[in-house]
């Protein structure tokens, strides 16, 4: 299986509420990185944390991790139907090297 | 403006045809990637480069090939060899800050391409 994995796999909320996704993964991490992608787009990278930290804050973002629970969540605070997108986390291994490893994501639908 | 290009948005091929999809960037950064994406799916790896004249396979490099002449470039070919190219390719780029590994990474829009 993948080194990220997220859940839920979908998550359907309305407009106002906070989202939380969660992705685990299984060997040691350099990084982890939270990604976003728009139907038929791009990924949009949204924020990256280090193994050394625990939570990072960016905006209406809010991410954690957990290195011994082998676990990061984003949360999403007060959410807009612009927010649906679809979210991946992404974990950059502790191997020395650059490659990095995308969850199969999380689909968003905020409704109005 | 700064950013990753993908060229075309959409491509039809016929079954027993090669096909080659653009990737430039003006990041001026040293690392290049291209990654497949299935529906519902994340992304697979199908082949890297770091520096200029060198890349190596990914996950799912059988039925691809590359090259990386110029730092800006990174064409990939899908070749006849690959049993089921349909899906939506993703070229991305990274750079290394000092005292790191690479980092974040900037995605061009993709490539949908089709095969008839």
């Known amino acids: 299986s993948q080194q990220g994995e997220e859940d839920p796999q979908a998550l359907s909320i309305q407009e106002g509420e906070n989202a939380t996704m969660n992705c685990s993964y299984k060997?040691?991490?350099?990084?982890l990185q939270w990604y976003r992608q728009n139907s038929g787009r791009g990924l949009v990278h949204l924020i990256l944390?280090?193994?050394?930290?625990r939570e990072k804050h960016s905006g209406r973002l809010r991410v954690t991790l957990d290195t011994s629970k082998k676990s990061s969540s984003l949360l999403i605070t007060a959410s807009r139907a612009a927010d649906t997108a679809s979210y991946f986390c992404a974990t950059q291994l502790n191997t020395g090297g650059f490659k990095t490893i995308f969850g199969a994501g999380t689909r968003l639908f905020v409704k109005a | 403006d700064g950013g990753i290009t993908q060229s075309p948005k959409y491509l039809f091929r016929k079954e027993g045809q090669n096909v080659t999809l653009s990737c430039e960037q003006n990041?001026?950064?040293?690392?290049m990637y291209w990654y497949r994406q299935d529906p519902g799916q994340g992304l697979r790896l199908i082949y890297y480069?770091?520096?200029?004249?060198?890349?190596q396979k990914g996950d799912i490099a059988e039925g691809y090939s590359v090259s990386r002449e110029k730092k800006e470039s990174f064409p990939l070919t899908v070749t006849s060899a690959q049993k089921n190219p349909t899906a939506f390719y993703l070229c991305a780029s990274s750079s290394r800050r000092a005292g790191s590994s690479y980092n974040e990474q900037f995605f061009g829009p993709g490539t949908r391409l089709t095969v008839l």
């Open positions: 990041l001026n950064h040293d690392a």
């Open positions: 480069s770091q520096i200029v004249n060198d890349f």
């Open positions: 060997t040691s991490i350099n990084n």
């Open positions: 944390i280090r193994s050394n930290e």
